[in-house]
């Protein structure tokens, strides 16, 4: 068959097989999670951030915000949660922690490790998700009267997923 | 007991990973947590209480010694109970006894109405879970 003028070839590089497997690896996590009851709605283990805490420590901010967004996106996808509210403040959370990794990975090294990337993004995570939910689906302060829950669960799970994201970039030499 | 060894090198191959800033960093996590924990779910308390009669302040009681309060009213006396924290009517002259009913009233915001007697109580605070309540 010969090519038409109208057909594009896509070469993926080695570049997009990794983010695609680092991906693939997040959206399992995050679709596995959804599965695990929980007392409150937003108060999650969040087990897909240790595979962008490994994509940063190992390949850079760019990469794993690559893979952060693709988990946010499909993982929205295959839960049926597309373009509906969960999914929003998934996409707020995802953005700001990102932003908090980008500023948190230039951190002196020998001194903030993976377990200080974690906990921040955490912390910026719930804090993007409360500016949407504040702004948007529920226009009144009071869910901050949740703020102290959220830091709790961000405190646990960021240093909780640190130390597991430590420990896979120990084993493989990262 | 033969397990403590175990987990406490189980601990401490975690407790590895965490780097001197990293202490910091959880450590400042725990502040804002009991700080947020603080400012935001102590707001509640009342410290005083406003009895209005005919629509003008009767009273304002502070909510530190029990005391009672008779307010007179169009039917009669309304009286009002104070008690370190909270306040109630705890008699009416009104044909329902609405007011009397809601019991006691523990935070900031809470009112209760005697329309009939035309007396009310409301607790204040400095931070209020909600403007007003009406029923």
């Known amino acids: ?174 | 007991m033969s397990r403590g060894p175990a987990l406490r090198a189980w601990l401490a191959a975690w407790a590895r990973h965490l780097r001197a800033g990293d202490l910091l960093v959880l450590a400042l996590a725990v502040g804002v947590c009991i700080a947020s924990a603080l400012g935001l779910w102590q707001g509640g308390r009342p410290d005083k209480a406003v009895i209005r009669a005919g629509g003008k302040v009767f009273l304002e009681v502070d909510l530190s010694a029990p005391r009672i309060v008779e307010v007179p009213g169009p039917l009669g006396r309304t009286r009002i109970e104070i008690q370190p924290g909270r306040a109630r009517v705890a008699a009416d002259p009104g044909p329902r006894q609405y007011c009397v009913r809601q019991g006691w009233l523990a935070t900031a915001g809470a009112v209760a109405i005697c329309a009939p007697n035309q007396v009310s109580l409301a607790l204040a605070g400095r931070n209020a879970d909600y403007d007003s309540l009406s029923y």
């Not at chain 1, 995050?30 to 962008?52: C, M, W």
């Not at chain 1, 990102?98 to 995570?125: D, K, N």
């Open chain 1, 1 to 174: 068959m010969t090519p038409s003028a109208t057909e594009i070839e896509l070469r993926p590089t080695a570049d997009d097989h990794r983010i695609a497997r680092h991906a693939a690896a997040a959206i399992v996590l995050t679709v596995a999670e959804a599965a695990i009851p929980l007392p409150l709605p937003g108060v999650k283990p969040g087990l897909a951030n240790i595979v962008t805490l490994v994509v940063l420590a190992r390949w850079g901010w760019r990469e794993a915000a690559w893979v952060a967004l693709l988990r946010v996106i499909v993982g929205s996808l295959v839960l049926g949660q597309f373009l509906a509210p969960g999914f929003f403040l998934s996409l707020a959370g995802g953005l700001a922690s990102l932003v908090a990794l980008g500023v948190s990975m230039h951190l002196p090294r020998r001194v903030f490790g993976p377990v200080s990337h974690s906990v921040l993004a955490a912390f910026a995570h719930f804090a993007g998700q409360l500016v949407v939910a504040r702004i948007w689906l529920v226009p009144h302060d009071g869910v901050f009267y949740l703020v102290p829950v959220f830091a709790l669960a961000a405190t646990v799970f960021g240093l909780v997923n640190g130390l597991v994201a430590a420990r896979l970039l120990e084993a493989r030499g990262g």
